[in-house]
Nanobody, 121 residues
């Protein structure tokens, strides 16, 4: 069974920083694209940042220059460095990944359970 587990969320003041981590576990053969999404109360889930297996990245316009996505394939992890945080960044942040299990030739899409990020003074 494959799992994605996020960590690193919490309460931070405006202008502060947080680093989110996502760890993939289970019988994993390979991981393709990985991404971070967020969902604020009353809003739809939106893509924040994505990274391909080759390291190409893309970001939502609202976070460009402030958030940085990275991955460590050896550790099966992804990270989201969040700087200059704003109150509008408050949301539950979810990790997402396309993963091929050891017993399959197909990539499936997986979600983590989410971690709360609250930006408030």
């Amino acid at each position: 069974q494959v799992q994605l587990v996020e960590s690193g969320g919490g309460l931070v003041q405006p202008g502060g920083s947080l680093r989110l981590s996502c760890a993939a576990s289970g019988s994993i053969f390979s991981i393709n694209a990985m991404g971070w999404y967020r969902q604020a109360p009353g809003k739809q889930r939106e893509l924040v940042a994505g990274i391909t297996r080759g390291g190409s990245t893309n970001y939502a316009d609202s976070v460009k220059g402030r958030l940085t996505i990275s991955r460590d394939d050896a550790k099966k992890m992804a990270h989201l460095q969040m700087n200059s945080l704003k109150p509008e960044d408050t949301a539950v942040y979810y990790c997402n990944a396309d993963i091929r299990r050891s017993t399959s030739y197909v990539f499936y899409n997986y979600w983590g359970q989410g971690t709360q990020v609250t930006v408030s003074s």
